[in-house]
């Protein structure tokens, strides 16, 4: 019973500092006039060492979104995000803001707006994470004079300041991306097209395109350029892709990280040994595991996790009582003991197949989901510890 009410407490804890977040709407501007265009920001204030996430989570994760609460004339249109910052934990990469975020989004208002005071309401929901994550939600509001000038609002600095912190469009860097081919894998590769090019870092894709690329970048020593690769992961015999995202990059080794956004569609590059696009092409990685090989690998890697997961103080238990089972049973009938025995595997394996499909059911929603995610709801975790 003790243990159970320290858990509880330390949920509640959990949820007690993620609720400490919270949620402001700023306007560029306090008056603005027919027709005229200005700016809204949502500013989410995190507790300390708390993080959000950007428009691509990453591995898992869930961006903010904003339902809003506007009069008729008044358009808001698409946020623009800041950069984020990039980590990894155990081999999976996510994109952040720790701390605070601002996300900006323009706003139009109609040539025929009738004069007087508005108010612009934002609901906000976003997912926050530290040791365990939290869904948050919180709203906001804020007041808007139209009239005949354009006054700026006294939090107009706020987007001067995070305006700074967007990425630089159109860049027009003199960079190729083809698709390569190695072994059953297929790899978007990107490359500044000369060696006095800056130093190429990452390319952090958008989430709206439908070919996914991995989150891990492979970096490359080239004979006449620069380059990252980055594993395609569906659709792996796709001839063409249109590249929307981020590439980071650094005029020099000890220059700090610059982002622009690009849109760039690659050429297909058939195997590494026609790689002419992008000449000189040497990987700094060894010989990769694919295809049959990778299977028979995490086959056995699969085997090893579930021989360390039995001995778990959670399952080993579970175990014992099953195995004992088993003995009570073996004086019964073989075919009674076999049928139980099939039983209890299809369930198993029905069990799992029910948690994927609800898995891919909520990643056709458009929210990025996967194993486990129901242990970062703290309600479930209490309702768990209490069973």
Avoid at 88 to 105: A, D, M, R, T
Avoid at 152 to 169: A, D, G, M, Q, V
Avoid at 174 to 190: D, H, L, M
Avoid at 351 to 369: D, E, M, N, W, Y
């Amino acid at each position: 019973m003790l243990l159970r009410v320290i858990l509880l407490v330390t949920v509640i804890w959990f949820e007690a500092a993620a609720a400490s977040s919270r949620v402001e709407l700023f306007l560029s501007h306090s008056e603005a006039r027919p027709g005229s265009k200005l700016k809204a920001a949502i500013r989410i204030n995190l507790t300390n060492s708390w993080h959000a996430y950007w428009r691509n989570p990453g591995f898992a994760g869930q961006p903010p979104s904003v339902n809003w609460i506007k009069p008729n004339g008044i358009e808001i249109s698409q946020a623009e995000w800041p950069v984020p910052e990039k980590i990894e934990q155990h081999g999976f990469y996510s994109y952040i803001y720790s701390n605070e975020v601002i996300i900006l989004f323009p706003v139009q208002i109609a040539p025929d707006q009738p004069a007087g005071n508005v108010e612009i309401i934002a609901n906000v929901d976003w997912l926050e994470c530290k040791d365990m994550c939290v869904s948050a939600s919180g709203k906001a509001s804020a007041n808007l004079k139209i009239g005949d000038q354009l006054v700026e609002s006294k939090s107009n600095y706020l987007f001067r300041e995070w305006e700074k912190r967007l990425p630089i469009n159109n860049p027009g860097l003199p960079i190729k991306a083809s698709i390569q081919r190695e072994n059953q894998s297929s790899f978007v590769v990107i490359a500044f097209t000369n060696q006095s090019s800056p130093v190429l870092i990452d390319f952090y894709q958008y989430p709206e395109q439908t070919i996914k690329l991995s989150d891990k970048t492979t970096y490359f020593v080239l004979d006449t350029a620069k380059g990252i690769k980055k594993r395609i992961e569906s659709d792996t015999q796709v001839t063409s892709i249109d590249l929307y995202g981020l590439l980071v990059l650094k005029k020099a080794e000890n220059d700090p990280k610059e982002y622009y956004e690009i849109k760039i569609q690659t050429s297909e590059v058939n195997n590494q040994a026609q790689a002419s696009s992008i000449p000189g092409l040497v990987s700094k990685q060894g010989r990769s595991v694919t295809g049959p090989g990778l299977l028979l690998l995490n086959f056995f890697l699969g085997i090893i996790g579930g021989v360390i997961l039995n001995f778990m103080p959670c399952v080993l238990p579970v175990i014992a009582l099953k195995i004992l089972g088993f003995i009570q049973q073996s004086g019964q009938d073989n075919r009674s003991v076999r049928l139980h025995g099939i039983v209890f595997s299809l369930g198993v394996l029905v069990s799992f197949i029910i948690l994927a499909l609800i898995i891919i059911f909520v990643q056709q929603t458009g929210k990025s989901v996967g194993w486990g995610m129901q242990f970062g709801n703290p309600r479930f975790i209490v309702v768990l510890t209490l069973i």
